[in-house]
């Protein structure tokens, strides 16, 4: 009986466990991604790298233009270093400090040679009297002689200096002026590059997204084809049984029902690495499972129709809006702003100066081992005079660079109008092409029909059905081709009017 129970149990685990799993893969089926145009343009903005770039570009050039103007306002810096020598700065030389240390014994040794005859009629007393008090007042001129040898003393051998230095630029030649503008410039061209690297990025998933729709529809249509084409090849099956067809007939449709089972097989393929492709640039895992709302039964058919009257005119092409140009627009500027730059390299400079500078020793009051300091102001002028032409050869090499950089802009600026031209003229062909599609549609169906109905009354053979199956297909396909066409168009011409993703 514990047996019989436990068995029980067990089975019943089973069951709840088939049931949890068929559950969880019910949820795992409904859980497929749906994603729109809009989604997946906004996923491939957030996650494509040079978008990031672009942004870290940007910034970078914003705070070279903060950098710039600070050209404009004065500059503190300071200094402050320690110095140690072998030897000391000395005022005096050595014959003067020689001089200076025995001046009185000097003096001593003239007075008694000029007057050591008048000293020797002297009383014997009055010479020793005599002779102490010279050699007292020697020996205190001695001493005054060292002192003032110690007072020139400099002791520079540990010199400690600093000082504090405040610049103001008051004429350049223009060059803080051009160099800002330039940065303006800069500061510019890196939005115009990450505004073309939106468009490009808006452009790329565009066409990834349309890629993946006309092949899921076109699966569809093998799908359709197989069907269709193996359901013939069951009723010449039963027609070869009844005697009524031949077994060539019946090897023919085979070889059909081969070819539409290997096209089915590689547009699945080409559709699966296109979803990849789309999950990447979307920056979603390669093998999650998604579904673009444009490859939904319901729409098919009515891919292009919603955009029929959104054909966009040549005339409407303004240069402001296409990044390119702007860029190119930017360069030549700054090519016209070196050249300005370089110019000014051949104008005075003047900058006022000032500041405080304080050392130890110092020799404000004397030199003292003591620190000390004074204020300072100044001007600054610098005049080139001679520098052998240098200057001038840069500035023309400078304005061969500008005539270079227009002579781009103005080429650019026909090619793209050119492209805009060639877009528009490619958006009214690819509508032309879809109404001639959907009416060829009309009549390969009708076609088609009149063949399966003439084939089962016995009128028409195998092979004009097969016919009528392959231009049935082929209309399918290229009323498939067309929408698609109508769409990719659009988007090229958005693209070469510099519109695309507004």
Same mark, same amino acid.
């Given at each position: 009986?514990?047996?019989?129970?436990?068995?029980?149990?067990?089975?019943?685990?089973?069951? /709840? &466990?088939?049931?949890?799993?068929?559950?969880?893969?019910?949820?795992?089926?409904? *859980?497929?991604?749906?994603?729109?145009?809009?989604?997946?343009?906004?996923? +491939?903005?957030?996650?494509?790298?040079?978008?990031?770039?672009?942004?870290?570009?940007?910034?970078?050039?914003?705070?070279? !233009?903060?950098?710039?103007?600070?050209?404009?306002?004065?500059?503190?810096? %300071?200094?402050?270093?320690?110095?140690?020598?072998?030897?000391?700065? #000395?005022?005096?030389?050595?014959?003067?400090?020689?001089?200076?240390?025995?001046?009185?014994?000097?003096?001593?040794?003239?007075?008694?040679?000029?007057?050591?005859?008048?000293?020797?009629?002297?009383?014997?007393? +009055?010479?020793?009297?005599? %002779?102490?008090?010279?050699?007292?007042?020697?020996?205190?001129?001695?001493?005054?002689? #060292?002192?003032?040898?110690? +007072?020139?003393?400099?002791?520079?051998?540990?010199?400690?200096? &600093?000082?504090?230095?405040?610049?103001?630029?008051?004429?350049?030649?223009?060059?803080?002026?051009?160099?800002?503008?330039?940065?303006?410039?800069?500061?510019?061209?890196?939005?115009?590059?990450?505004?073309?690297?939106?468009?490009?990025?808006?452009? $790329?998933?565009?066409?990834?997204? @349309?890629?993946?729709?006309?092949? !899921?529809?076109?699966?569809?249509?093998?799908?359709?084809? /197989?069907?269709?084409?193996?359901?013939?090849?069951?009723?010449?099956?039963?027609?070869?049984?009844?005697?009524? =067809?031949?077994?060539?007939?019946?090897?023919?449709?085979? /070889?059909?029902?081969?070819?539409?089972?290997?096209?089915?097989?590689?547009? $699945?393929?080409?559709? /699966?690495?296109?979803?990849?492709?789309?999950?990447?640039?979307?920056?979603?895992?390669?093998?999650?499972?998604?579904?673009?709302?444009?490859?939904?039964?319901?729409?098919?058919?009515?891919?292009?129709?919603?955009? %029929?009257?959104?054909?966009?005119?040549?005339?409407?092409?303004?240069?402001?809006? !296409?990044?390119?140009?702007?860029?190119?627009?930017?360069?030549?500027?700054?090519?016209?702003?070196? $050249?300005?730059?370089?110019?000014?390299?051949?104008?005075?400079?003047?900058?006022? $100066?000032?500041?405080?500078?304080?050392?130890?020793?110092?020799?404000?009051? &004397?030199?003292?081992?003591?620190?000390?300091?004074?204020?300072?102001?100044?001007?600054?002028?610098?005049?080139?005079? @001679?520098? @052998?032409?240098?200057?001038?050869?840069?500035?023309? *090499?400078?304005? &061969? +660079?500008?005539?270079? *950089?227009?002579?781009?802009?103005?080429?650019?600026?026909?090619?793209?109008?050119?492209?805009?031209?060639?877009?528009?003229?490619?958006?009214?062909?690819?509508?032309?092409?879809? *109404?001639?599609?959907?009416?060829?549609?009309?009549?390969?169906?009708?076609?088609?029909?009149?063949?399966?109905?003439?084939?089962?009354?016995?009128?028409? #053979?195998?092979?004009?059905?097969?016919?009528?199956?392959?231009? @049935?297909?082929?209309?399918?396909?290229?009323?498939?081709? =067309?929408?698609?066409?109508?769409?990719?168009?659009?988007?090229?011409?958005?693209? %070469?009017?510099?519109?695309?993703?507004?």
């Amino acid at each position: 009986m514990h047996a019989k129970q436990i068995d029980m149990m067990s089975k019943m685990i089973k069951r /709840v &466990g088939m049931f949890f799993l068929l559950v969880m893969m019910t949820i795992g089926t409904d *859980a497929q991604r749906v994603l729109s145009l809009d989604s997946c343009r906004a996923m +491939a903005l957030r996650e494509n790298k040079q978008i990031g770039v672009s942004k870290i570009k940007q910034e970078v050039a914003a705070n070279l !233009r903060r950098s710039m103007r600070t050209k404009y306002l004065p500059h503190v810096n %300071a200094f402050g270093g320690y110095m140690w020598s072998s030897k000391e700065v #000395s005022i005096l030389n050595d014959d003067q400090k020689e001089s200076l240390n025995n001046m009185g014994s000097n003096l001593a040794t003239g007075v008694q040679s000029t007057i050591g005859p008048v000293v020797a009629a002297l009383p014997v007393a +009055a010479q020793a009297k005599m %002779a102490s008090n010279l050699s007292q007042v020697a020996g205190d001129l001695n001493g005054v002689g #060292s002192e003032i040898v110690d +007072a020139f003393r400099t002791d520079t051998r540990n010199l400690i200096a &600093g000082t504090v230095v405040v610049t103001q630029p008051l004429f350049m030649g223009g060059a803080i002026m051009t160099a800002n503008k330039m940065a303006d410039i800069n500061e510019d061209l890196a939005a115009n590059s990450a505004e073309a690297q939106r468009q490009q990025t808006l452009f $790329t998933i565009d066409k990834t997204y @349309w890629q993946v729709v006309s092949l !899921r529809h076109k699966q569809r249509l093998a799908e359709s084809f /197989v069907e269709l084409v193996k359901k013939l090849d069951s009723d010449v099956q039963k027609m070869i049984a009844e005697g009524v =067809a031949t077994k060539s007939d019946g090897l023919s449709v085979s /070889v059909k029902v081969n070819e539409a089972e290997m096209a089915l097989t590689q547009v $699945t393929d080409g559709l /699966v690495l296109s979803r990849m492709l789309l999950c990447q640039l979307c920056g979603l895992s390669m093998d999650e499972q998604i579904e673009l709302e444009d490859e939904k039964e319901e729409n098919d058919g009515s891919m292009a129709v919603a955009e %029929a009257n959104a054909t966009i005119s040549a005339q409407q092409f303004s240069p402001d809006n !296409r990044p390119e140009l702007k860029m190119l627009q930017n360069s030549a500027d700054l090519a016209h702003q070196t $050249t300005n730059l370089l110019k000014a390299g051949n104008l005075p400079h003047l900058l006022l $100066t000032g500041g405080y500078s304080i050392s130890n020793p110092n020799g404000f009051n &004397g030199f003292e081992k003591k620190f000390a300091g004074l204020w300072h102001v100044g001007v600054i002028l610098h005049v080139p005079v @001679w520098n @052998w032409g240098d200057v001038k050869y840069k500035v023309r *090499a400078a304005k &061969g +660079a500008s005539a270079i *950089a227009n002579l781009e802009l103005d080429e650019a600026r026909e090619k793209i109008e050119l492209q805009v031209s060639q877009n528009n003229f490619r958006v009214n062909e690819a509508y032309k092409k879809l *109404a001639m599609a959907q009416s060829n549609i009309a009549r390969a169906e009708e076609n088609l029909r009149t063949a399966n109905l003439g084939y089962k009354e016995g009128v028409i #053979s195998t092979t004009t059905v097969m016919q009528a199956h392959t231009a @049935w297909l082929q209309a399918q396909s290229q009323k498939i081709d =067309a929408e698609i066409d109508v769409k990719l168009s659009q988007v090229e011409l958005r693209k %070469a009017l510099g519109t695309l993703g507004q």
